[in-house]
């Protein structure tokens, strides 16, 4: 009897096997998001934030091959063992932000964020300003900005720390996120939100390298986990019809807002074919005029961009 499915085929169909998670690479991440700032701040009318984001970033990607080296020192991933079945079980986040028991180990990486921009030439006093402010805080305020960062709120939040804040938050996710397997993370009941952390995706990337090719995937602006979604699906609502993309003109061919006509709001796409170099949170923030064009037409962001924040109050 002739066999379905010889191993040749098995492994030929392992090889064109999609991932369905991507975890981010602690080598990089930051280091890539840095670069990618600069590259953008270049003649562009934000060009001081985006530099300035492109220190922090750097700042992240010290704070991050520091942290990954202590969890890796604790066997931070082999000891999550029984949280890794009960969220299997449950089709929940593994490391779900909200509520999560932080360590004060990453308002030390904030402190040290905070120490070295302050420290940097270039940026205006105001920066500074923020910066001291910050590293003079008690921890108990700190604690509850990071909760409302954590719950996308905008009302309470203090929109000049948040950047910082969140920085800090990045990094101690991603070297979470990035100490676990691939298998550990698993699909949740919820596709709109982060499987390992049940955070909003800030956009997201149609991958151009080669087991991911032509295959999109949202990324987590917390812990950057990418997971897939099928195109041509609104992010939010998760229909198909209604899709539309927009652009600006004589603007990058890479970078397009996916908007819906169900739930009228819309996220960013990035096409790394059209430019290898697209970073979701980088692109994403250096493309605030599509933003304008969106609310001209009425559409509403998804969610908001980790490193700019606004509070309603004011
Ligand atoms: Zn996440
Ligand atoms: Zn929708």
Known sequence: MQRILDPARIEAFAATSVPRIRLPDPASLFARRGQRLRTLAEGHSLGDYLRLMAAVADGQQVALDALRAALVAEQFAQQLGRQIELAHEHRMPLLQAAGFPRQERWRAILTELCTSIAGAPGFPAGVRSVCERIIASPGAGIETQADLLIAARTSGVDAQ?????????????????????????TQIDVPGV???????????????????????????????TEWHLVRITCSQCLTTEGIVYHSIEGGSAAVRAESCGQCHTYRKILYQEKDPEVEPVADDLASLALDLLMTEEGLHRGSGNPLLWQNTET
């Open 161 to 185: 720390a948040a950047p910082f804040v969140m920085a800090a938050l990045q990094v101690y996710w991603a070297a979470m996120t990035s100490s676990l397997q691939m298998s550990d993370v």
């Open 194 to 224: 982060c499987p390992t952390c049940g955070t909003l995706p800030v956009s997201s990337i149609v991958r151009s390298d080669k087991r991911s090719q032509g295959y999109r995937y949202l990324h987590c602006g917390l812990c950057a």
